[in-house]
Structure formats: structure tokens, C-alpha cells
């Protein structure tokens, strides 16, 4: 079993930056792949970016490369998404999720554990 905690959500001005935090209970956080998602008012759930077991692997969504990064550390049972540039279509509730099977990335199914999200609003 892992719980995860999102924070460092809030409010930001287009352009500005903000780093988001998981954290995870739980001695195998180092077993399980990371993922970020953003669900906005009455849209889907949305796959942001992801990054496995060991960090030596990380995807991105076209939308956020280049402005996003996501990093763990599983001394600390962490793991982070640093968001500049941001845009106010940027605008969601972000939560982590954790799953155990490695394999596709993208899809919300595959990930077996999820945080209760962090709400970011980027003002224009």
C-alpha cells in the first residue's frame, strides 16, 4: 500500500513557476513508476509527465515539454514537478500516482495508487 500527498499547488501569474511535491509513505517507493496528471473543470483527466523506477527514464506530454520537469528522490520517498513558463491553460488539479507494472505511461488505469491532488491556477 502507498499514500501519496500532493502539495505546492497554488496561485501563480502567467509565465511564473511552481514546484509541486509527492510525497509517498511506504518502503517501496523506489518500485513504482511516477506519474503526474491535471484534470481541469469538466475535462478529462490528462496525462502530464512520468518518470520510472530508478528516474533514468522520463516522458513528457507535447504540451509541457520543455517547461516541466519531473524528478524523484526515493531516499526521501518524493517526487517533484518543477513547472515554469506556466500558461493559464495550465490551469487544473494536479495529482501524482503511483503504479508497480512498468510499461505505458500515459493512460490513468495503469497506475495502481493516487494522491488527492494540488490545485494550480495560473492568472493571465
Known amino acids: 500500500q502507498v499514500q501519496l500527498v500532493e502539495s505546492g499547488g497554488g496561485l501563480v501569474q502567467a509565465g511564473g513557476s511552481l514546484r509541486l511535491s509527492c510525497a509517498a509513505s511506504g518502503r517501496t517507493f523506489s518500485s513504482y513508476d511516477m506519474g503526474w496528471f491535471r484534470q481541469a473543470p469538466g475535462k478529462e483527466r490528462e496525462f502530464v509527465t512520468a518518470?520510472?523506477?530508478?528516474?533514468?527514464?522520463?516522458y513528457y506530454a507535447e504540451f509541457v515539454k520543455g517547461r516541466f520537469t519531473i524528478s524523484r528522490d526515493n531516499a526521501k520517498n518524493a517526487a517533484y514537478l518543477q513547472m515554469n513558463s506556466l500558461k493559464p491553460e495550465d490551469t487544473a488539479v494536479y495529482y501524482c500516482?503511483?503504479?508497480?507494472?512498468?510499461?505505458?505511461?500515459?493512460?490513468?488505469?495503469?497506475?495502481?495508487?493516487w494522491g488527492q491532488g494540488t490545485q494550480v491556477t495560473v492568472s493571465s
Open positions: 500516482a503511483a503504479k508497480y507494472v512498468s510499461g505505458t505511461y500515459i493512460y490513468t488505469h495503469v497506475y495502481n495508487y
Open positions: 518518470i520510472n523506477w530508478s528516474g533514468s527514464s522520463t
